[in-house]
Protein backbone atom coordinates (compact mmCIF):
# COMPACT_ATOMS: atom_id res chain seq x y z
CA UNK A 1 0.00 0.00 0.00
CA UNK A 2 1.13 3.72 -0.95
CA UNK A 3 1.59 5.06 2.43
CA UNK A 4 1.21 8.58 1.24
CA UNK A 5 -1.12 7.61 -1.62
CA UNK A 6 -1.70 10.82 -3.20
CA UNK A 7 -3.01 13.41 -4.32
CA UNK A 8 -3.40 15.22 -6.87
CA UNK A 9 -4.92 15.83 -10.30
CA UNK A 10 -4.76 18.85 -12.99
CA UNK A 11 -4.09 20.28 -16.08
CA UNK A 12 -1.13 21.21 -17.10
CA UNK A 13 -1.53 23.56 -19.64
CA UNK A 14 -4.59 24.92 -18.44
CA UNK A 15 -3.25 25.87 -14.72
CA UNK A 16 0.27 26.33 -15.30
CA UNK A 17 -0.24 29.86 -14.67
CA UNK A 18 -2.51 29.48 -11.53
CA UNK A 19 -0.01 27.34 -9.88
CA UNK A 20 0.86 28.37 -5.90
CA UNK A 21 4.38 28.04 -4.14
CA UNK A 22 4.28 24.69 -2.35
CA UNK A 23 2.52 24.96 1.03
CA UNK A 24 4.96 22.51 3.43
CA UNK A 25 1.85 21.46 5.32
CA UNK A 26 0.85 19.85 2.24
CA UNK A 27 4.07 18.22 0.82
CA UNK A 28 2.75 16.32 -2.07
CA UNK A 29 1.03 19.39 -3.39
CA UNK A 30 2.74 21.48 -5.43
CA UNK A 31 0.59 22.13 -8.29
CA UNK A 32 -3.04 23.11 -6.40
CA UNK A 33 -3.87 24.88 -2.79
CA UNK A 34 -6.50 22.13 -2.63
CA UNK A 35 -5.38 18.26 -1.36
CA UNK A 36 -7.56 16.37 -2.15
CA UNK A 37 -7.55 13.73 1.37
CA UNK A 38 -6.54 16.90 3.35
CA UNK A 39 -8.83 19.48 2.67
CA UNK A 40 -12.12 19.84 1.53
CA UNK A 41 -11.91 23.69 0.04
CA UNK A 42 -13.42 22.99 -3.23
CA UNK A 43 -11.43 22.89 -6.52
CA UNK A 44 -10.66 25.85 -8.12
CA UNK A 45 -13.15 26.95 -11.18
CA UNK A 46 -10.55 26.38 -13.79
CA UNK A 47 -9.95 22.83 -12.56
CA UNK A 48 -13.31 21.65 -13.55
CA UNK A 49 -12.37 22.48 -16.85
CA UNK A 50 -9.45 20.97 -16.93
CA UNK A 51 -10.37 17.52 -18.53
CA UNK A 52 -8.20 16.38 -20.96
CA UNK A 53 -4.81 16.60 -19.22
CA UNK A 54 -4.47 14.71 -16.04
CA UNK A 55 -1.48 14.26 -14.15
CA UNK A 56 -1.72 12.08 -10.81
CA UNK A 57 1.49 11.62 -8.60
CA UNK A 58 1.77 8.78 -6.11
CA UNK A 59 4.48 8.36 -3.87
CA UNK A 60 5.52 4.52 -1.86
CA UNK A 61 7.89 4.32 0.92
CA UNK A 62 9.43 1.17 -1.15
CA UNK A 63 10.40 0.13 -4.59
CA UNK A 64 8.33 -2.82 -3.71
CA UNK A 65 5.23 -1.22 -3.05
CA UNK A 66 5.53 0.92 -6.23
CA UNK A 67 6.22 -2.10 -8.57
CA UNK A 68 2.91 -3.81 -7.06
CA UNK A 69 0.94 -0.85 -7.83
CA UNK A 70 2.74 -0.46 -11.58
CA UNK A 71 1.79 -4.05 -11.92
CA UNK A 72 -1.79 -3.45 -10.89
CA UNK A 73 -2.13 -0.21 -13.07
CA UNK A 74 -0.81 -1.43 -16.10
CA UNK A 75 -2.84 -4.72 -15.59
CA UNK A 76 -5.97 -2.62 -15.61
CA UNK A 77 -5.32 -1.10 -18.19
CA UNK A 78 -4.08 -4.35 -20.36
CA UNK A 79 -7.88 -5.31 -19.39
CA UNK A 80 -9.46 -1.97 -20.67
CA UNK A 81 -7.73 -1.38 -23.95
CA UNK A 82 -8.06 -5.21 -24.56
CA UNK A 83 -11.61 -4.99 -24.59
CA UNK A 84 -11.39 -1.77 -26.12
CA UNK A 85 -9.35 -1.96 -28.84
CA UNK A 86 -8.65 -5.03 -29.46
CA UNK A 87 -4.98 -4.85 -29.03
CA UNK A 88 -2.84 -2.73 -25.69
CA UNK A 89 -0.04 -0.96 -26.72
CA UNK A 90 2.84 -0.42 -24.53
CA UNK A 91 5.81 1.20 -24.73
CA UNK A 92 8.94 0.29 -22.43
CA UNK A 93 11.99 2.47 -21.72
CA UNK A 94 15.10 0.84 -20.61
CA UNK A 95 17.36 1.62 -17.42
CA UNK A 96 15.62 1.01 -13.99
CA UNK A 97 12.26 1.26 -14.73
CA UNK A 98 12.25 -2.40 -15.97
CA UNK A 99 12.81 -4.06 -12.76
CA UNK A 100 9.80 -2.54 -11.42
CA UNK A 101 7.95 -4.40 -14.55
CA UNK A 102 8.96 -7.25 -12.47
CA UNK A 103 5.53 -7.90 -10.89
CA UNK A 104 3.38 -8.38 -13.96
CA UNK A 105 4.68 -11.84 -14.35
CA UNK A 106 4.09 -12.84 -10.69
CA UNK A 107 0.64 -14.07 -9.46
CA UNK A 108 -1.93 -12.69 -9.82
CA UNK A 109 -1.28 -10.55 -12.82
CA UNK A 110 0.64 -13.33 -14.62
CA UNK A 111 -2.37 -15.41 -15.01
CA UNK A 112 -4.96 -12.75 -15.46
CA UNK A 113 -3.46 -10.40 -18.36
CA UNK A 114 -4.58 -11.42 -21.95
CA UNK A 115 -0.84 -11.38 -23.17
CA UNK A 116 -2.32 -12.00 -26.38
CA UNK A 117 -3.65 -8.86 -26.70
CA UNK A 118 0.25 -6.85 -26.03
CA UNK A 119 2.40 -5.26 -28.65
CA UNK A 120 5.46 -4.04 -26.78
CA UNK A 121 7.45 -0.87 -28.12
CA UNK A 122 10.71 0.49 -27.22
CA UNK A 123 10.57 4.40 -26.36
CA UNK A 124 14.00 4.61 -27.03
CA UNK A 125 16.91 2.01 -27.89
CA UNK A 126 21.09 1.97 -27.76
CA UNK A 127 21.68 0.85 -31.38
CA UNK A 128 23.82 -2.60 -30.41
CA UNK A 129 23.40 -6.39 -30.81
CA UNK A 130 20.26 -7.69 -28.75
CA UNK A 131 22.11 -9.73 -26.75
CA UNK A 132 24.81 -6.54 -25.77
CA UNK A 133 24.72 -5.62 -22.03
CA UNK A 134 23.16 -2.52 -22.93
CA UNK A 135 20.31 -2.92 -25.09
CA UNK A 136 17.10 -2.04 -23.84
CA UNK A 137 15.47 -5.07 -25.54
CA UNK A 138 17.71 -7.48 -23.65
CA UNK A 139 16.41 -5.88 -20.18
CA UNK A 140 13.05 -6.07 -20.40
CA UNK A 141 13.23 -9.62 -22.48
CA UNK A 142 15.46 -10.72 -19.01
CA UNK A 143 13.58 -8.92 -16.41
CA UNK A 144 10.20 -10.19 -17.23
CA UNK A 145 9.44 -10.36 -21.47
CA UNK A 146 11.00 -13.99 -21.15
CA UNK A 147 8.18 -15.13 -18.64
CA UNK A 148 5.42 -13.43 -20.47
CA UNK A 149 3.29 -15.28 -22.84
CA UNK A 150 3.53 -11.43 -25.06
CA UNK A 151 2.97 -13.23 -29.45
CA UNK A 152 6.14 -13.93 -31.39
CA UNK A 153 6.29 -11.12 -33.09
CA UNK A 154 4.67 -8.27 -31.19
CA UNK A 155 7.55 -7.26 -29.51
CA UNK A 156 9.15 -4.70 -31.91
CA UNK A 157 12.43 -4.52 -31.38
CA UNK A 158 14.95 -2.71 -33.31
CA UNK A 159 17.13 -3.60 -36.42
CA UNK A 160 20.29 -3.27 -34.51
CA UNK A 161 22.04 -3.99 -38.24
CA UNK A 162 21.17 -0.76 -39.31
CA UNK A 163 22.68 2.50 -38.39
CA UNK A 164 21.18 4.96 -35.96
CA UNK A 165 19.33 6.54 -38.47
CA UNK A 166 18.11 3.92 -40.68
CA UNK A 167 16.89 2.07 -37.22
CA UNK A 168 14.95 4.96 -36.96
CA UNK A 169 13.62 5.35 -39.84
CA UNK A 170 12.95 1.76 -40.31
CA UNK A 171 11.12 1.67 -36.84
CA UNK A 172 9.28 4.91 -38.02
CA UNK A 173 7.84 2.95 -41.20
CA UNK A 174 6.96 -0.28 -38.65
CA UNK A 175 4.93 1.80 -36.70
CA UNK A 176 3.08 3.66 -39.70
CA UNK A 177 2.45 -0.01 -40.63
CA UNK A 178 0.97 -0.76 -37.18
CA UNK A 179 -0.94 2.43 -37.18
CA UNK A 180 -2.62 1.68 -41.09
CA UNK A 181 -4.00 -1.79 -40.06
CA UNK A 182 -5.24 -0.69 -36.51
CA UNK A 183 -3.07 -1.99 -33.96
CA UNK A 184 -1.49 0.91 -32.72
CA UNK A 185 -4.08 4.00 -32.20
CA UNK A 186 -3.85 7.50 -33.98
CA UNK A 187 -4.19 10.47 -32.00
CA UNK A 188 -7.16 12.77 -33.59
CA UNK A 189 -5.61 16.12 -32.08
CA UNK A 190 -1.74 16.03 -33.30
CA UNK A 191 -2.01 13.04 -36.11
CA UNK A 192 0.64 11.37 -34.10
CA UNK A 193 0.40 7.07 -32.89
CA UNK A 194 -1.20 7.20 -29.76
CA UNK A 195 0.13 4.63 -27.24
CA UNK A 196 -1.98 3.11 -24.77
CA UNK A 197 0.41 2.90 -22.41
CA UNK A 198 3.73 4.85 -21.93
CA UNK A 199 6.10 3.27 -19.13
CA UNK A 200 9.30 5.21 -18.56
CA UNK A 201 11.84 6.22 -16.25
CA UNK A 202 13.96 9.21 -16.58
CA UNK A 203 17.77 9.87 -15.35
CA UNK A 204 18.96 12.26 -12.85
CA UNK A 205 19.49 15.11 -15.67
CA UNK A 206 15.95 14.58 -16.50
CA UNK A 207 16.23 13.13 -19.45
CA UNK A 208 13.76 10.68 -20.66
CA UNK A 209 13.63 7.90 -23.73
CA UNK A 210 16.88 9.39 -25.42
CA UNK A 211 15.91 13.09 -25.48
CA UNK A 212 18.76 14.79 -23.33
CA UNK A 213 18.45 18.37 -22.16
CA UNK A 214 19.37 20.87 -24.21
CA UNK A 215 19.66 18.56 -26.80
CA UNK A 216 18.25 19.58 -30.58
CA UNK A 217 15.88 16.27 -30.66
CA UNK A 218 13.57 17.86 -28.55
CA UNK A 219 12.52 20.01 -30.60
CA UNK A 220 11.95 17.24 -33.63
CA UNK A 221 8.14 18.15 -34.45
CA UNK A 222 7.49 16.20 -37.52
CA UNK A 223 9.17 12.69 -37.29
CA UNK A 224 8.05 9.86 -35.19
CA UNK A 225 11.41 8.14 -33.88
CA UNK A 226 14.36 10.04 -34.90
CA UNK A 227 18.25 8.72 -33.94
CA UNK A 228 21.02 10.27 -32.05
CA UNK A 229 24.96 9.19 -32.13
CA UNK A 230 26.50 12.07 -29.33
CA UNK A 231 23.97 10.92 -26.42
CA UNK A 232 25.78 12.46 -23.70
CA UNK A 233 24.93 9.00 -22.01
CA UNK A 234 26.70 5.68 -23.27
CA UNK A 235 26.22 4.31 -25.83
CA UNK A 236 26.64 7.03 -28.16
CA UNK A 237 23.94 5.83 -31.17
CA UNK A 238 20.70 5.45 -30.37
CA UNK A 239 17.11 5.66 -31.63
CA UNK A 240 13.97 7.82 -29.53
CA UNK A 241 10.61 8.52 -30.16
CA UNK A 242 9.80 12.02 -30.44
CA UNK A 243 8.37 14.26 -28.15
CA UNK A 244 4.88 14.45 -29.71
CA UNK A 245 5.02 10.83 -30.26
CA UNK A 246 5.45 10.72 -26.08
CA UNK A 247 3.09 13.58 -25.85
CA UNK A 248 0.39 12.23 -27.55
CA UNK A 249 -0.05 9.01 -24.99
CA UNK A 250 -3.40 7.79 -24.00
CA UNK A 251 -1.43 7.21 -20.59
CA UNK A 252 1.83 7.44 -19.40
CA UNK A 253 3.53 6.00 -16.29
CA UNK A 254 6.61 8.03 -15.17
CA UNK A 255 8.63 6.11 -13.01
CA UNK A 256 11.45 7.12 -10.82
CA UNK A 257 13.34 5.62 -7.78
CA UNK A 258 16.24 7.31 -5.72
CA UNK A 259 17.14 10.29 -4.31
CA UNK A 260 20.07 11.19 -6.71
CA UNK A 261 16.62 11.95 -8.92
CA UNK A 262 15.00 14.18 -6.29
CA UNK A 263 16.35 17.13 -8.00
CA UNK A 264 14.55 16.68 -11.56
CA UNK A 265 11.22 15.58 -10.01
CA UNK A 266 11.07 18.32 -7.63
CA UNK A 267 11.99 20.67 -10.96
CA UNK A 268 8.82 18.48 -12.82
CA UNK A 269 6.54 17.76 -10.37
CA UNK A 270 7.00 20.71 -8.47
CA UNK A 271 6.47 22.53 -11.26
CA UNK A 272 9.84 25.00 -9.47
CA UNK A 273 11.26 26.60 -12.85
CA UNK A 274 14.65 27.88 -12.04
CA UNK A 275 15.80 28.47 -15.74
CA UNK A 276 13.96 29.22 -18.82
CA UNK A 277 14.62 25.96 -20.11
CA UNK A 278 12.47 22.91 -19.62
CA UNK A 279 14.06 20.07 -19.12
CA UNK A 280 12.66 16.95 -21.13
CA UNK A 281 10.51 15.84 -18.75
CA UNK A 282 9.42 18.90 -18.12
CA UNK A 283 7.97 18.86 -21.47
CA UNK A 284 6.75 15.73 -20.76
CA UNK A 285 2.53 16.59 -20.96
CA UNK A 286 0.20 13.93 -22.68
CA UNK A 287 -2.89 14.05 -24.35
CA UNK A 288 -4.33 11.82 -21.69
CA UNK A 289 -3.26 10.87 -18.24
CA UNK A 290 0.50 11.22 -17.00
CA UNK A 291 0.83 9.27 -13.45
CA UNK A 292 4.23 9.75 -11.48
CA UNK A 293 5.16 6.43 -9.29
CA UNK A 294 7.75 7.64 -7.08
CA UNK A 295 9.49 6.07 -4.21
CA UNK A 296 9.93 8.21 -0.92
CA UNK A 297 13.59 9.03 -1.92
CA UNK A 298 12.86 10.25 -5.24
CA UNK A 299 9.95 12.36 -3.81
CA UNK A 300 12.12 13.80 -0.77
CA UNK A 301 12.44 17.23 -2.25
CA UNK A 302 8.77 17.35 -2.66
O1 LIG B 1 19.68 5.75 -21.11
C1 LIG B 1 18.57 5.63 -20.64
O2 LIG B 1 18.30 6.21 -19.44
C2 LIG B 1 16.96 6.45 -18.99
C3 LIG B 1 17.02 6.52 -17.46
O3 LIG B 1 17.67 5.37 -16.97
P1 LIG B 1 17.81 5.09 -15.40
O4 LIG B 1 18.69 3.85 -15.31
O5 LIG B 1 18.44 6.31 -14.77
O6 LIG B 1 16.45 4.82 -14.86
C4 LIG B 1 16.02 5.39 -19.50
O7 LIG B 1 14.69 5.74 -19.17
C5 LIG B 1 16.20 5.24 -21.02
O8 LIG B 1 15.26 4.35 -21.56
C6 LIG B 1 17.58 4.73 -21.25
O9 LIG B 1 17.86 4.45 -22.60
Not at 4 to 29: A, E, G, I, M
Not at 83 to 106: A, D, H
Not at 235 to 263: E, M, Y
Not at 268 to 284: C, F, I, K, T, Y
Request: hydrophobic share 40%; net charge neutral.
Amino acid sequence: MATSSLLFSTSLRTLSSYLPKLDRRRQYNPFLSHFRSLTTRPPPRSLSMATANKKVVEVFDTEEELSVSLAKYTAGLSDKFAKERGSFTVVLSGGSLVKSLRKLVEPPYVGSIDWSKWHVFWVDERVVPKDHQDSNYKLAFDAFLSMAPILPGNAYAINEALTAEGAATDYETCLKHLVHIGVIDKSSVSGFPKFDLMLIGMGPDGHVASLFPGHPLLKENQKWVTHITDSPKPPPDRITFTLPVINSSSHIALVVCGAGKAGAVQSAVGNSHNSDVLSPVQMVSPEGELKWFLDKDAASKL
